[in-house]
């Protein structure tokens, strides 16, 4: 217990000393785990959460508080099989496919867990573990909102176990505008480095985005776009 202590300290030390939250006028508000800028929400906001796993407190939240529509994502049987189970608001539309910069098909890792339905794509088995993959269905952002009709989005959240960095640098090559972006960073992964999270991190705010959120844990960050306005003044000027 004290050694997770001691590392959430050091990654927070480290995210404080790269300068990565940034000071804005953006106050976010918690809804569910996550931070959210509540002035440019409304009910007729896109939002899409990919990575639904086996938790949508979140998509719930989301559903309860401003009455949007929550377009959510996993492409893992896992989750499906779970969400199968579950009674749902009808303003929650899932769709069995993840996000990547490619149109096509990934193989998904079990997680080291059991019972644990988070795959990934990097293996994060311990060494001898034989478990084979999933197949699991993967497009582009871009071409998921063509598909969808969408041509911009209000808040997009990706919890997608190390996916971010292919899809995010993907999601900017492509010229799709994002309000807000929430995101776990999974630079603690093998394949991974700090050094690559905070270059992700730096490439988003370059992209136009600021940071406004760091979480305790040093992995979940909040990102609002530059000059975002208030969803009234969104309203007026529509």
């Known amino acids: 217990m004290l050694l997770k202590y001691l590392k959430q300290k050091v990654r927070q030390y480290r995210l404080s000393r790269a300068g990565v939250l940034d000071q804005t006028s953006y106050q976010p508000a918690m809804v569910g785990d996550w931070?959210?800028?509540?002035?440019?929400?409304?009910?007729?906001?896109?939002?899409?959460?990919?990575?639904?796993?086996?938790?949508i407190a979140w998509d719930r939240a989301m559903i309860e508080r401003f009455g949007v529509k929550v377009h959510a994502f996993d492409p893992t049987p896992a989750s499906i099989a779970w969400l199968k189970t579950q009674q749902v608001p009808k303003q929650f539309v899932f769709h069995d496919c993840g996000i990547s910069y490619y149109d096509g098909t990934m193989n998904f890792y079990p997680p080291s867990r059991e019972n644990n339905p988070h795959y990934s794509q990097e293996r994060r088995g311990r060494l001898f573990d034989k478990r084979p993959p999933v197949k699991g269905k993967v497009q582009r952002l871009a071409t998921i909102m063509r598909k969808l009709g969408h041509s911009r989005l209000d808040v997009l959240k990706l919890d997608v176990e190390g996916s971010e960095f292919d899809a995010v640098p993907d999601l900017m090559q492509s010229g799709v505008t994002v309000d807000q972006l929430l995101i776990e960073i999974h630079y603690q992964f093998r394949s991974q480095s700090f050094a690559k999270g905070l270059a992700l991190i730096n490439r988003l705010k370059v992209y136009g985005m600021q940071c406004i959120y760091v979480s305790a844990r040093g992995y979940e960050f909040g990102f609002v776009r530059r000059g975002l306005k208030a969803a009234g003044m969104l309203r007026k000027s529509a």
């Not at 899409?48 to 086996?54: C, L």
């Open 35 to 55: 931070p959210v800028w509540p002035d440019a929400i409304h009910s007729g906001s896109v939002v899409y959460s990919f990575g639904v796993g086996d938790n």
